[in-house]
T-cell receptor
Framework: LAKTTQPISMDSYEGQEVNITCSHN???????ITWYQQFPSQGPRFIIQ???TKVTNEVASLFIPADRKSSTLSLPRVSLSDTAVYYC????????????FGTGTRLLVSP | SAVISQKPSRDICQRGTSLTIQCQVD?????MFWYRQQPGQSLTLIAT?????????ESGFVIDKFPISRPNLTFSTLTVSNMSPEDSSIYLC???????????FGSGTRLTVV
């Protein structure tokens, strides 16, 4: 399973766009990139998943360059409620993959 | 998507005792995963539970300490045995949703051992 590297923490203000980059130099051909969000006292929550180029949903966008050795989670116009830990994971989407969590990025959004 | 009910949500236990954590899923799933999250830390996989077979444990976790049951495709339990203060953590179960939606997690069990 590919190892991921993320910044330990990031600070932002309400209304700003936040970009969190994750490095995964050893990503395998069949690996997908998935991001999770975790609030205190809750389990992680799926945000977005992608394989290449760009994926967008109602919550975030995921940018993946052609070499797939990194990815960037983009949160548009963050609010205080986006304060959480964000985890980047890589692995196959072929079923029954155990998830290996890295350190995650602790995002603090201030007024 | 699958919904997981996990209980208890929290407990305070005496050292030397055992606690069983339950996870109920609202749909049938092949694999269930158990994680531990120590205070301020990331999640660490304890074991993978497949219905009808023994659980597969990760390095550093053993069946005598964390016995797991998986009696059917919607339910699993994790027991933390002979607890010590070092077992104080949040324990979470997880199942795969698939279809590009990753995995869903229970809300966790916050265990404090005194």
């Amino acid at each position: 399973l590919a190892k991921t590297t993320q910044p330990i923490s990031m600070d932002s203000y309400e209304g700003q766009e936040v970009n969190i980059t994750c490095s995964h130099n050893n990503i395998a051909t069949n690996d997908y990139i998935t991001w999770y969000q975790q609030f205190p006292s809750q389990g992680p929550r799926f945000i977005i998943q992608g394989y290449k180029t760009k994926v967008t949903n109602e919550v975030a966008s995921l940018f993946i360059p052609a070499d797939r050795k990194s990815s960037t989670l983009s949160l548009p116009r963050v609010s205080l409620s986006d304060t959480a830990v964000y985890y980047c994971l890589v692995g196959g989407d072929t079923g029954f993959q155990k998830l290996v969590f890295g350190t995650g990025t602790r995002l603090l959004v201030s007024p | 998507s699958a919904v997981i009910s996990q209980k208890p949500s929290r407990d305070i236990c005496q050292r030397g005792t055992s606690l069983t954590i339950q996870c109920q899923v609202d749909s049938q799933v092949t694999m269930m995963f158990w994680y531990r999250q120590q205070p301020g830390q990331s999640l660490t996989l304890i074991a993978t539970a497949n219905q009808g077979s023994e659980a597969t444990y990760e390095s550093g976790f053993v069946i005598d300490k964390f016995p797991i049951s998986r009696p059917n495709l919607t339910f699993s339990t994790l027991t933390v045995s002979n607890m010590s203060p070092e077992d104080s953590s949040i324990y979470l179960c997880s199942v795969e949703i698939g279809g590009g939606y990753g995995y869903t997690f229970g809300s966790g069990t916050r265990l404090t051992v005194v």
